[in-house]
């Protein structure tokens, strides 16, 4: 069975950092992107990052550019999201996707998602 499980959100101080992390099993991820995508409260999903399958692409939110830092690991079927210099409005519930074919902005082009985890920034 495909899964994508994220890990490492929590409760952080603004101005904090944390890592999250996506791990992908089930199948061969060859070819697939990855991205990172947010829910806040009452807000619809947003985009907040994607990295093309070789890693060499990436792209982000203006929100987040320069704060936070997509990268996949060597055996490539781990995606990590480096949060630096967070904020309170960077609450939400982050969940990982994947997708055949190049990197992409919107989630209804990702065909399996993680569960989520919370990230709250405390001011």
């Known amino acids: 069975q495909v899964q994508l499980v994220e890990s490492g959100g929590g409760l952080v101080q603004a101005g904090g950092s944390l890592r999250l992390s996506c791990a992908a099993s089930?199948?061969?991820?060859?070819?697939?992107?990855m991205g990172w995508f947010r829910r806040a409260p009452g807000k619809e999903r947003e985009f907040v990052a994607a990295?093309?399958?070789?890693?060499?692409?990436?792209s982000y939110a203006d929100s987040v550019k320069g704060r936070f830092t997509i990268s996949r690991g060597n055996a490539k079927n781990t995606v990590y999201l480096q949060m630096n210099s967070l904020k309170p409005e960077d609450t939400a519930v982050y969940s990982c996707a994947a997708r055949r074919g190049p990197s992409s902005f919107y989630s209804f082009e990702y065909d399996l998602w993680g569960q989520g985890t919370q990230v709250t920034v405390s001011s």
């Open positions: 990295v093309s399958w070789s890693g060499g692409t990436t």
């Open positions: 089930g199948r061969t991820f060859s070819n697939y992107a």
